[in-house]
């Protein structure tokens, strides 16, 4: 939750901090929105969209104008925006006040070329997309070779065309000229980099080896690959060049390969992913059984993990196995939300690998990629499951726990009291 509590009175404006072109909206569209998704996408276009004609600075809005234009909720909103904040794209601020005023200033994304070498964005994208499609994706953004070999350079200089002039006396004041703008990833990692310098070799200079570009990127191979300072000492010690600097592109390659040799060849993917815009149902149906495929639809696996822990931090077993099911079985978020809930409601709360990943393989076979399909299946096979039980009961068969979806007619209404009731249960996923 945001700590200021955003309501829709609150007033924004937004401030362009770069300059943006239509190149940025492909890199957004095609780079970043598999990694924050298209809600967090669909708010940077908003507010981008907000500047005035110069597109340096918007008028004041509140943030009714973005609930209405973008038809999300306060929280989806404060959600998007922190997936922007967290890879770079935008800083807010905010001035308290009886009705609270933020400054979004929005910064460029960074080139194709930086995000297909950066060491944390990269790994995320070819795992949320595969490697089918990262590779289309590297296609669009090549540039095709050219053999100039039987060319000759004739490109004139500056100075075979232009002569020097006396300088004049003008003070030339440039420092708020507009520019190209961009952040780094706004990681908070508790690595302590100081410790790892004072344990390295007194032999090796660290003022050469820990420059600001250096340190970063420790900092996020540590964050990526969950390693602590020994780990990253014992894989830095072997990437040294001989003038004492990091040999970059060894040392991302084996701080993968211990992470992928310690986690039986996987590289680290990310939870918290969302249904595909063009898999979900389409909005308009009112009915109980609707408002369930869109919370399935909406939510993150990580999400909705957590909500079964009281909005505590998952385990790393259920994590890892919610990860599985999206990279080894290749199933997508709504339709794993629907598979783990529907274990966790039918086993006891517990989460199973070999019920889980046995489900996990008839639906990949079954070619599930939507959360209404995943949830009919389920009924039909708990249904299945029942009646050959039924065959063998013995009496006083203890009630069984199904999910709140099974079951569930499709009607339109305007109950008021089916109403608060599918409020109350959509809390579970708040």
């Given at each position: 939750?945001?700590?200021?509590?955003?309501?829709?009175?609150?007033?924004?404006?937004?401030?362009?901090k770069?300059?943006?072109?239509?190149?940025?909206?492909?890199?957004?569209?095609?780079?970043?929105?598999?990694?924050?998704?298209?809600?967090?996408?669909?708010?940077?276009?908003?507010?981008?969209?907000?500047?005035?004609k110069?597109?340096?600075?918007?008028?004041?809005?509140?943030h009714?104008?973005?609930?209405?234009?973008?038809?999300?909720?306060?929280?989806?909103?404060v959600?998007?925006?922190?997936?922007?904040?967290?890879?770079?794209l935008?800083?807010?601020?905010?001035?308290e006040d009886?009705?609270?005023?933020?400054?979004?200033?929005?910064?460029?994304?960074?080139?194709?070329?930086?995000?297909?070498n950066?060491?944390?964005?990269?790994?995320?994208?070819?795992?949320n997309?595969?490697?089918?499609e990262?590779?289309?994706?590297?296609?669009?953004?090549?540039?095709?070779?050219?053999n100039?070999?039987?060319?000759?350079?004739?490109t004139?200089?500056?100075s075979?065309?232009?002569?020097t002039?006396?300088?004049?006396?003008?003070?030339?004041v440039?420092?708020?000229?507009?520019?190209y703008n961009?952040?780094?990833?706004n990681?908070?990692?508790n690595?302590?980099?100081n410790?790892?310098?004072?344990?390295?070799?007194?032999?090796?200079?660290?003022?050469k080896?820990?420059?600001k570009?250096?340190?970063?990127?420790?900092?996020?191979?540590?964050?990526l690959?969950d390693?602590?300072?020994m780990k990253?000492?014992?894989?830095?010690?072997?990437?040294?060049?001989?003038?004492?600097?990091i040999?970059?592109?060894?040392?991302r390659?084996?701080?993968?390969n211990?992470?992928?040799f310690?986690?039986?060849g996987?590289?680290?993917?990310?939870?918290?992913?969302?249904?595909?815009?063009?898999?979900?149902?389409?909005?308009?149906?009112?009915?109980?059984r609707?408002?369930?495929?869109y919370?399935?639809?909406?939510?993150?696996?990580?999400?909705?993990?957590?909500?079964?822990?009281?909005?505590?931090?998952?385990?790393?077993r259920?994590?890892k196995?919610a990860?599985?099911?999206?990279v080894?079985?290749?199933?997508?978020?709504?339709?794993?939300?629907?598979?783990?809930?529907?274990?966790?409601?039918?086993?006891?709360?517990?989460?199973?690998?070999?019920?889980?990943?046995?489900?996990?393989g008839?639906?990949?076979?079954?070619?599930?990629?939507?959360?209404?399909?995943?949830?009919?299946?389920?009924?039909?096979e708990?249904?299945?499951?029942?009646?050959?039980?039924?065959?063998?009961?013995?009496?006083?068969?203890?009630?069984?726990?199904?999910?709140?979806?099974?079951d569930?007619?499709?009607?339109?209404?305007?109950?008021?009291?089916?109403q608060?009731?599918?409020?109350?249960?959509?809390?579970?996923?708040?």
């Amino acid at each position: 939750m945001d700590e200021y509590n955003l309501v829709p009175a609150d007033t924004y404006i937004v401030f362009n901090k770069s300059i943006l072109n239509n190149d940025d909206r492909k890199i957004l569209s095609m780079l970043y929105q598999p990694i924050v998704g298209p809600n967090a996408i669909m708010l940077y276009f908003s507010l981008w969209s907000d500047l005035d004609k110069t597109e340096i600075i918007s008028n004041e809005f509140t943030h009714h104008h973005l609930i209405t234009n973008m038809q999300m909720t306060t929280l989806e909103i404060v959600n998007a925006r922190k997936k922007l904040e967290a890879v770079g794209l935008i800083k807010t601020y905010v001035k308290e006040d009886s009705v609270n005023n933020y400054v979004y200033e929005l910064y460029s994304p960074i080139s194709a070329h930086d995000f297909f070498n950066h060491p944390i964005l990269n790994i995320v994208l070819y795992n949320n997309v595969g490697k089918m499609e990262y590779e289309k994706l590297i296609n669009y953004f090549k540039l095709p070779r050219i053999n100039l070999s039987s060319y000759k350079n004739i490109t004139s200089s500056f100075s075979d065309v232009y002569e020097t002039v006396p300088l004049t006396n003008l003070a030339l004041v440039n420092e708020d000229i507009r520019k190209y703008n961009k952040l780094s990833l706004n990681i908070n990692s508790n690595f302590d980099l100081n410790f790892l310098i004072a344990s390295m070799s007194k032999n090796i200079d660290t003022n050469k080896l820990f420059t600001k570009e250096n340190r970063e990127l420790i900092i996020n191979m540590a964050f990526l690959y969950d390693l602590d300072v020994m780990k990253i000492q014992n894989i830095l010690k072997g990437c040294l060049n001989e003038r004492g600097g990091i040999l970059k592109e060894e040392f991302r390659k084996a701080c993968r390969n211990y992470y992928q040799f310690e986690n039986g060849g996987l590289l680290p993917t990310l939870v918290d992913k969302t249904q595909p815009e063009y898999l979900r149902k389409p909005i308009g149906d009112t009915s109980k059984r609707a408002k369930m495929i869109y919370t399935f639809e909406t939510i993150s696996p990580y999400d909705l993990l957590s909500s079964k822990n009281d909005m505590g931090e998952p385990t790393r077993r259920d994590l890892k196995l919610a990860e599985d099911l999206i990279v080894e079985y290749n199933l997508k978020p709504g339709v794993v939300n629907v598979l783990l809930d529907y274990v966790l409601k039918t086993n006891n709360n517990k989460l199973t690998r070999n019920l889980v990943e046995t489900i996990a393989g008839q639906w990949q076979r079954l070619k599930i990629d939507t959360v209404e399909e995943a949830m009919k299946v389920a009924e039909k096979e708990h249904k299945k499951y029942n009646r050959n039980k039924d065959q063998v009961k013995v009496h006083n068969k203890k009630e069984e726990h199904i999910p709140e979806w099974f079951d569930k007619e499709i009607k339109k209404t305007e109950d008021k009291e089916l109403q608060a009731e599918m409020d109350e249960l959509l809390k579970e996923y708040k």
